[in-house]
């Protein structure tokens, strides 16, 4: 299959390296990644209209990471196709249409397939007990760029191996000391 479906759970939803990177940091990586798909999309081969830089992560369902394993350009189509992203007359029929198209096989084969990747991601977005799963991203080979001076957008911070929100952390540590 050469385009695949990607259904993140929704608590990991925002987690990525266009959230966290500067717009600089950002458009340098994504220049590479273009560079390196020759500037056309990595799954259809498409070389006109929007390209978008897609992070592809594997996951980890006993330890609850995620770990992201690559980037790769895909036109907007197979961008939305692989998360499944209705958008304005971009129907589930016609994300389906595409998906088919790509991938040679029949509408009851996509069918088939997405009911397993929706199951799937309920299955990695809510616990046994009901409660949510908080995923823990482990970045990979874009950990360096990530702990990088600089390259986090601002009121982000690069701590012990973790993303965290200077602000966030300001309130905890008031509602600490509130407390002692």
């Known amino acids: 299959m050469k385009l695949t479906l990607e259904l993140m759970p929704s608590t990991a939803w925002l987690h990525s390296l266009h959230t966290y990177l500067t717009t600089k940091a950002w458009s340098t990586l994504r220049k590479k990644v273009l560079e390196e798909y020759n500037f056309s999309c990595g799954i259809c081969g498409v070389t006109t209209g929007q390209l978008n830089c897609n992070e592809q992560w594997e996951y980890d369902d006993e330890t609850n990471t995620q770990r992201l394993v690559r980037l790769v350009m895909l036109c907007q189509m197979c961008h939305l ?4 992203m209705e958008r304005g007359s971009i129907t589930h029929d016609v994300l389906a249409e595409h998906f088919v198209r790509v991938n040679g096989c029949s509408r009851q084969e996509f069918e088939a397939y997405y009911q397993q990747c929706c199951e799937e991601q309920t299955r990695r977005e809510i616990r046994d007990d009901g409660g949510p799963v908080l995923w823990e991203q482990d970045w990979g080979e874009y950990t360096s760029l990530l702990a990088q001076e600089g390259s986090l957008k601002q009121g982000y ?6 993303i965290v929100s200077i602000g966030s952390r300001k309130r905890l540590r008031k509602l600490r000391s509130h407390t002692d």
Do not use: I, S, V
């Open 157 to 162: 911070q690069w701590e012990n191996g973790y």
């Open 81 to 84: 196709t692989a998360h499944m």
